[in-house]
């Protein structure tokens, strides 16, 4: 066999593979909307998250006020401004809106009930959450007062875990 006879058996071998590529993404493509518009995270962006299988709440032995308390220092946030920018906290997918929002922290009291298999309501506590970004760190605070307070919210973290995100709220002027 002559030499250009290798030459063509080789195009034809690389023409063949390019085609049967451009073949198999043709077959496999998948389709779309063309011009669909994804508006999750349009009008507000997370700043802040912190997800945690269970809190336990401890007391402190020198604590006379019956505190209890969870504590924990995370990474630090560079962004956030509690002066220019508007904020919301959003605890185990609830909006919490009572909060109260600073130049460079933010606290909420968080009212919950827990009730009995008859629709009683057997404790109703109450969390106070506090995060603070400084300039080396995050720091994240659970408080709570009473031993049956922590007990039950101890358990409701256990069952539900925690899910806690600040979303900067586009657009939104800050009074």
């Not at 071998?13 to 077959?27: A, P, S």
């Not at 020198?62 to 220019?84: C, E, H, P, R």
Request: hydrophobic share 35%.
């Amino acid at each position: 066999m002559k030499w250009y006879v290798y030459l063509i058996c080789f195009a034809l071998m690389i023409t063949g593979v390019f085609f049967g590529i451009r073949l198999y993404q043709l077959v496999t493509r998948e389709s779309y909307i063309n011009g669909s518009i994804n508006i999750q995270n349009q009008f507000s962006v997370e700043s802040f998250s912190y997800a945690n299988t269970s809190v336990e709440f401890y007391h402190d032995i020198y604590d006379t006020m019956d505190t209890y308390s969870y504590s924990i220092d995370l990474l630090k946030v560079d962004d956030f401004n509690g002066q220019a920018n508007t904020y919301q906290l959003v605890l185990n997918g609830y909006i919490l809106f009572d909060t109260q929002i600073t130049a460079g922290s933010v606290y909420a009291k968080v009212n919950l009930d827990f009730y009995n298999t008859d629709g009683e309501i057997v404790c109703s506590s109450y969390v106070n959450i506090s995060i603070k970004f400084l300039s080396n760190k995050t720091t994240l605070s659970l408080t709570t007062t009473g031993g049956e307070n922590a007990g039950f919210l101890t358990q409701y973290f256990r069952d539900n875990g925690i899910r806690l995100k600040i979303n900067e709220i586009k657009g939104a002027n800050n009074g």
